[in-house]
């Protein structure tokens, strides 16, 4: 079975931190992915890589970076953390870049940011 | 651009009732189609696809239709049990700039009382 772990599932920051998601996937998957869930709106993607050090802006990338350095990890960056990013963030990873891949998530990190 | 459209919840239902939930969506070339349940407090999980017109895809005793004349994906089960309560998100995937990418809905809560 395909494991996506992310490195916290509850998560409390204050205005202006820095704040890191770590994602790792153990199945050697290509692609790999950041949503952020918010009630209402579904799932909105925030960034994605298909390859290591590769990355391409999603839907929604303001005030967010991210880093692939290895093919397992992606991580997601909040320069500064604001309280409109208070969200579910998932991550999920896909073997290839094709349109009937399936994606597979991790649990999901619920980010308050007071 | 793409978009995928269903049905607001909750949806409650008894035990053993019928359920349908409906998707629509809207896209450019030749999409596949994904339901994805989502149970308390985990990420997401595919529950089935379909790649191409026509196909039914099934997983669960759930299925869905791929209708490219109604643009539609709407997913049934006969029977719920209370342990099908969960959200469930309906999903595209086309190709977007050279990557393939995936197109969530709102999502649907489904609640079964015993």
């Known amino acids: 079975d395909v494991k996506v772990t992310q490195s916290s599932r509850y998560l409390v920051k204050r205005t202006g931190e820095k704040v890191f998601l770590e994602c790792v996937q153990d199945?050697?998957?290509?692609?790999m992915f950041w949503y952020r869930q918010d009630p209402g709106l579904g799932l909105r993607l925030i960034y994605f890589?298909?390859?290591?050090?590769?990355?391409e802006k999603g839907d929604i990338p303001e005030g967010y970076s991210v880093s692939r350095e290895k093919k397992e990890r992606f991580s997601l960056i909040l320069e500064s953390a604001s309280t409109n990013q208070t969200s579910m963030y998932l991550c999920?990873?896909?073997?290839?870049?094709?349109?009937?891949?399936?994606?597979?998530f991790g649990p999901g990190t619920r980010l308050t940011v007071l | 651009g793409d978009s995928v459209t269903q049905m607001e919840g909750p949806v409650t239902l008894s035990e053993e009732a019928f359920l349908t939930i409906n998707c629509t969506y809207t896209a450019t070339g030749y999409p596949s189609l994904f339901w994805y349940v989502q149970y308390p407090g985990e990420g997401l999980q595919l529950l089935l696809k379909a790649t191409k017109a026509d196909d039914k895809g099934s997983n669960k005793g759930f299925e869905a239709t791929y209708r490219k004349e109604t643009t539609s994906f709407h997913l049934e089960k006969g029977s719920v049990q209370v342990s099908d309560s969960a959200v469930y998100f309906c999903a595209l995937s086309a190709s977007s700039g050279g990557y393939q990418k995936v197109t969530f809905g709102t999502g649907t809560k489904l609640q079964v009382i015993p």
């Open positions: 199945m050697d998957h290509e692609n």
């Open positions: 999920a990873s896909s073997l290839f870049n094709s349109r009937a891949d399936t994606q597979y």
């Open positions: 890589s298909y390859d290591v050090k590769m990355k």
